[in-house]
């Protein structure tokens, strides 16, 4: 049984300007242990999808679509049974740590304080698994630095910070978004190495949200590409890297200046901006912008298309590699 | 390449001075802390390093923003620093500026026509209204924008399209230099390229130098002919681009290429690479000596003690450190 | 804001449905209620005057200083706010004890002294009042010039080239204007009463001119046998403060989200 599986996902918020239209019909799987990429600019969809799961959406925002985690339907849970979940078997880290991180309180009430709710344990005992997962997460000195306010840590520590309070209830399912998005490159590379390590070491399913094709290649066992609120491909990492096959996801290769290749004089552009959906399109989101598009592309949503085992492709035209 | 350089910066210092403690303490931030540079007609200068680094307050020193400590800046021959608003303002002609954030750049109560058209009032007040709509329409249209566009308030833009009216706006008046500082970290990864491709373009048009900052090493990489890498305020490391990326000398500069993940699995993972340990640290605290020591792999005992001058190893290879990484 | 429009427009060319003058007196009616069979709407006063012409008159009268008194203060407020916020520095510092110096003085000991030398002109008042008033608009737009000075839009003003006196022109004074429109539509009302409050006191207008404030002076001392006399005034007071405060908040609501 998969850990996470999402079934024709859609995410709406109704707006002043109208209703708009954030996931279209997005599936998906994740298993324990293994961690999927989803990759998405802005207008994607890829941060309301984890909200969604979450079911944190703002109030003006509603999920449909079937949610199992762990066999269970979230969407026939309470909020209460849903609380229940959250930073205990399925927790979330966001690209800013003091938002999730209360000022006013120290580091280790905070901590203790959810392993309290979650796992009824003494203060005694939450403090020193607090500290225990402080040093997992490699913070020097945790023992002392436990009782320090948020804001007396620097940048990185503090990531490190909110990556021990998700973890400390052992969830099964992570969802990281954008963990290293704000953070300094030489401080990004540490929060990388260590999420990687943790994985192993507890065996999670991660949902690894980024627009950074550089973090979804170090971290990824799978890769979901979204655009405009739809998938357009899903791969294991390498193959997605080596044989991209959705106009989108080959043009975004193509785009990123890389370190590992010489310099070509222009880069390869995609033309046109990402979406902003105040109604779904009727054919493929990534059309205006396809060099190969095809008048059936605007008329239609592409269907799934297998191209190889574990990859699929979302797109109307005969791609080959 | 002949003549003087267009812009040229002699050990500059920005200091801070920001309130301690107790009332009457207070507490130096050296921001910018000794950095020397200098940028031909043409060419492009990339600056990298990370947060504390001081990359942008240098640019806005030279832009003339933020007063500087001690130093001097010249451009064009001129000294631009500590200059008296009235001598400032006619220089500023040729040197010119995009910012990070595209929709904060721009006035939100004011027409695309109205942003792009200010250089020309201060610079060509004889341009009647006519001949400045004549030209913003030239430029929007070399920037990639349509004259339709001209009405429009910013806020009915993309990114991408505000930055594109943020650099017509900066090069109406053919400015000599362009400092850019962040030009494309706000913007989503596939406009990025636009963006460049889009800078380099009117580069090679125009003539133009630009000071380009980034924290991106690969964007950088890309634009660049030459590269300066920063931390804590100096500089640590300045050569032509392929050494730079190639054959780095300062560890410091090594460890920020190995940091960067590459969008390629297989040699991303199978990837043999030190990370660096701690934390950056804080500008109103630098360490003694190098800056660099605390988290340097190589430090010796007199990186604690003296900091590193910036030396020059080879015609136009510049390199602070004690122990440097050996050429290979 | 509909009930203001009507208020607004029934005080400038009301009085011209009704045949009497506001200072016209009748004889016959004296302290009379309020009726149709004798063209009194409102009744009269007690020297016989017609309440209703009076009342709007009055109207036009609050409002008018409403208006100037807070145009006034608009003016100066936003140019000694804007180049204090802007300026910065020592200026700043200097501009901003002006106007803690100035807040400190008791303001209706001034304005008395500023009554007793000058008499009672109504031009006077607009000024007194404006005087008063443009201290607290000084200091919420010194306080957005300061915000507003740090955005980017703002230095690549600077690096255009624009003279400091432009960039205030240009780019700080239109961003500041919704601010600023908000607290005006708070600041009005506020002068209207402090007219008032010195109508009530004996110190506004002169007769035979009145305002709001010095009919519900009048009225109050007329209140137990003529109770109109203080009604009708104080409601259209009461009403068009309440519209005012109404509109203000809607605006503040209206103009938060949009300049997120």
């Known amino acids: 049984m998969a850990l996470l599986e999402v079934e024709d996902l859609e995410v709406r918020f109704t707006t002043r300007d109208g209703v708009v239209h954030a996931v279209n019909g997005l599936s998906f799987s994740l298993d324990a242990g293994e961690t999927l990429g989803l990759v998405g600019e802005s207008g994607s969809g890829k941060s309301q999808t984890a909200l969604a799961l979450m079911n944190l959406l703002a109030d003006n925002g509603s999920r449909r679509g079937r949610i199992r985690f762990q066999g269970k339907d979230l969407s026939s849970l309470s909020e209460r049974e849903m609380n229940g979940l959250r930073g205990n078997r399925m927790a979330m880290i966001f690209q800013d740590p003091m938002s999730c991180l209360n000022p006013h309180l120290t580091v280790e009430r905070q901590m203790t304080e959810v392993l309290e709710h979650h796992q009824g344990l003494s203060r005694r005992r939450a403090r020193r698994r607090a500290i225990e997962m402080l040093q997992a997460v490699h913070i020097p000195d945790a023992a002392r630095r436990i009782h320090r306010y948020p804001h007396e840590f620097s940048g990185g520590m503090q990531q490190r910070v909110m990556i021990a309070m998700a973890l400390l209830c052992r969830p099964d399912l992570l969802i990281a978004d954008e963990p290293t998005t704000a953070l300094d490159v030489t401080v990004q590379a540490q929060i990388l190495a260590l999420l990687k390590e943790l994985q192993a070491r507890f065996q999670m399913g991660v949902l690894l949200i980024t627009h950074d094709l550089g973090v979804v290649a170090a971290l990824s066992d799978r890769v979901l590409v979204l655009y405009g609120g739809r998938a357009c491909e899903t791969a294991p990492v390498n193959r997605l890297f080596r044989h991209p096959l959705h106009p989108y996801t080959r043009g975004l290769l193509e785009s990123v200046p890389r370190l590992d290749t010489p310099v070509d004089r222009r880069l390869r552009a995609i033309p046109g901006s990402p979406p902003v959906f105040l109604a779904p399109p009727r054919g493929c989101p990534f059309a205006p912008r396809c060099a190969q598009m095809e008048p059936r592309c605007t008329q239609s949503p592409p269907e799934w298309k297998n191209a190889a085992p574990e990859h699929r492709v979302a797109c109307h035209l005969e791609l080959s590699t | 390449m002949s003549g003087p350089p267009l812009l040229e910066v002699e050990k500059v210092e920005v200091h801070f001075r920001l309130p301690g403690a107790l009332p009457w303490q207070s507490r130096r931030l050296r921001a910018v802390d000794g950095v020397s540079l200098s940028l031909a007609k043409g060419r492009t200068l990339g600056i990298v390093g990370e947060s504390g680094c001081g990359k942008s307050t240098l640019a806005r020193a030279i832009l003339g923003l933020v007063p500087i400590t001690s130093g001097k800046i010249r451009l064009m021959g001129r000294r631009i620093d500590r200059c008296p608003p009235n001598t400032l303002r006619p220089l500023r002609r040729h040197m010119q500026v995009v910012f990070q954030d595209p929709f904060a750049a721009l006035d939100p109560r004011m027409t695309v026509g109205e942003i792009v058209a200010e250089p020309l009032r201060v610079f060509e007040p004889s341009l009647d209204r006519r001949g400045r709509q004549a030209r913003v329409r030239r430029m929007l249209d070399r920037v990639g924008l349509a004259s339709s566009h001209l009405n429009r308030y910013p806020h009915e833009f993309s990114g991408g399209q505000c930055q594109r009216i943020g650099i017509a706006r900066a090069l109406i008046v053919e400015p000599a230099l362009l400092v850019c500082d962040e030009p494309v970290s706000a913007l989503d990864v596939s406009v990025q390229a636009q963006i460049v491709n889009l800078l380099q373009d009117l580069q090679q048009e125009m003539g133009l130098a630009l000071l380009f900052i980034a924290h991106d090493l690969a964007v950088v990489r890309q634009v660049s002919h030459e590269i300066m890498v920063m931390y804590l305020g100096r500089v640590v490391e300045r050569a032509p681009r392929a050494p730079i990326y190639t054959a780095p000398r300062h560890p410091y500069t090594r460890a920020l290429l190995e940091a960067v993940p590459l969008p390629d699995p297989e040699r991303e993972r199978a990837r043999k690479r030190t990370l660096l340990q701690g934390d950056l640290p804080s500008p109103l605290e630098p360490p003694t000596g190098c800056a660099f020591h605390t988290r340097c792999p190589r430090a010796e005992e007199r990186c604690r003690t003296n900091r590193p001058r910036l030396i020059q190893q080879k015609p136009r290879h510049w390199l602070a450190c004690h122990s440097p990484l050996e050429t290979f | ?260």
Not at chain 3, 124 to 132: D, K, N, Q, T, Y
């Open chain 3, 1 to 260: 804001m509909g009930v203001l429009g009507f208020i607004v427009l029934a005080v400038v060319i009301g009085p011209w449905f009704s045949p009497w003058a506001f200072d016209e007196i009748d004889w016959e009616h004296i302290s009379v209620p309020p009726g149709l069979d004798h063209g009194h709407w409102f009744g009269t006063d007690s020297v016989g005057r017609d309440l209703f012409v009076r009342t709007l008159e009055g109207g036009r009268i609050s409002l008018l200083v409403g208006l100037t008194a807070t145009a006034v203060s608009l003016i100066i407020g936003i140019a000694w706010g804007a180049a204090a916020g802007y300026l910065g520095g020592r200026i700043d510092g200097f501009m901003m004890r002006v106007v803690d110096v100035l807040y400190a003085l008791p303001f209706l000991f001034f304005v008395i002294v500023l009554m007793v030398f000058f008499g009672r002109d109504i031009l006077l008042i607009f000024v007194a009042i404006g005087a008063i008033n443009w201290l607290d608009m000084a200091r919420i737009v010194r306080g957005q010039t300061l915000a507003l000075k740090k955005r980017a839009f703002v230095e690549a003003a600077v690096v255009s080239g624009l003279t400091p006196t432009a960039v205030i022109r240009r780019h700080i004074v239109p961003n500041l204007l919704g601010v600023v429109a908000v607290y005006v539509t708070l600041t009005i009302p506020q002068v209207i009463l402090v007219e008032s409050f010195l109508s009530f006191l004996g110190l506004g207008v002169q007769e035979p001119h009145t305002s709001w404030g010095a009919l519900v002076n009048e009225g109050a001392l007329e209140m137990e046998s003529a109770p109109w006399s203080l009604l009708f005034p104080a409601a259209f007071l009461a009403v068009t403060l309440f519209c005012f405060n109404f509109i203000g908040d809607g605006l503040r609501d209206a103009l938060d989200p949009r300049d997120r």
